[in-house]
């Protein structure tokens, strides 16, 4: 049985050639995919052949993606956390340069000096060294970044700006373990918005756009930050009201807004520098995120295992040679787990291993039984109230 992988944006080669042609199809174009495989592509409107199985997305944000839907068909969708932080905390060091020196009119001076002045030689020289105190900047050490997100990227931006010579405040009600060990102990952790964005010179944005992050970057909140400071966006647009953001720029209380989402109004306005989507867009983050999306999703089609799933749980079984492995997702309901092996007992068959996890509405288990299974155990497990779809992996 081979599966069919439709990618919707383009995936490095470096991914797509893990895939095994003699179990995998792989285009473009593929009407009942099992699989999609994309980037940046908006699902919202997209309808759910009842042949897809699972959505991989090669990045972090999943905010293109109605995940929620998708778990209530038993579609697991799986992003690859971390694998692309390093390209965007780069990013976000050169955001800081790029406004702390005024980088982005100073380059753009020289450019009019020549192409539209038409200077050369010693004339060049002089009109140099007469307008750059236009552009005099101001240093990093000393100066404060508030870091909100403290997840793969955020704490990677926090370890490096706090190794540049700044002092480095975040915000993250839900830091993970594993990241608040990787967190320099220098940062200090603050415990509102608020107090982060009136101690800080920059802010720089690491959380997902869902619905409690919409509009986090107010107006109330921004008349609250420090006269001349600079708001980082490499998260979402929609974490910031950019229209309240253009008016704290027209009045000078903020000094630049530098982000990844240009807009009509942001990508024309002298303070704003406003990058193409630019983040997760070198080469080596490209590979890692391909790479990282395809092993999981292989290893959930062949083997039915989740690992980084936005919307179940971590669920992985090592295989049990001589068994049948059944994958079943279900609502989160009491005696979902009884009714199953209930089944499994009446068809006669032994349970070799068992796993169930449950995540908000919604569970998943893999079961491994001893021999083979008769066709029709799939449509004695559907039939269970609750059950929401099962496969033979
Ligand atoms: N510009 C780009 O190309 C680019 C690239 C990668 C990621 N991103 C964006 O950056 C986001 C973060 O990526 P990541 O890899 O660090 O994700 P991550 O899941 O590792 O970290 C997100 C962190 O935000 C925290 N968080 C959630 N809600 C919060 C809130 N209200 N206040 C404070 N913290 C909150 C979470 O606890 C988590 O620690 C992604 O969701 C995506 O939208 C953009
Ligand atoms: O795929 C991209 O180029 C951007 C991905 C980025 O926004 C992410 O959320 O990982």
Known sequence: MTFAIQTLNAISPLGLERLDRSRFDVGTDIPEPRALLLRSADLHSYEVPPSL???ARAGAGTNNIPVDAMAARGIPVFNTPGANANAVKELVIAGMLLAARNLYHAADYTKNL???QHLSGKELDQQVEAGKKAFAGFELPGRTLGVIG???IGVLVANAAQSLGMKVLGYDP???????WQLSPSVEQVTSVEELLASSDFITLHVPLIEATQGLVSAERIATM????????FARGGIVDEAAVIAALDSGHLHAYVNDFPTEAGSIHPKVIALPHLGASTSEAEDNCAVMAVDQLTDFLLHGNIRNSVNFPTVVMGRTPGTTRLAI???NKP???GQITAVLAEAGLNVAEFTNRARGDYAYTLVDVEGQVEDDLKASILAIDGII????V
């Open 335 to 337: 005696n979902m787990i």
């Open 150 to 152: 403290l997840g793969a």
């Open 114 to 116: 020549v192409a539209e």
């Open 53 to 55: 199985y699972a959505v």
């Open 329 to 331: 997702f279900n609502e």
């Open 389 to 392: 779809r099962a496969r033979k």
């Open 226 to 233: 420090r006269p001349g400071s600079v708001i980082l966006n």
């Open 174 to 180: 839900a830091i993970t373990v594993e990241r608040a």
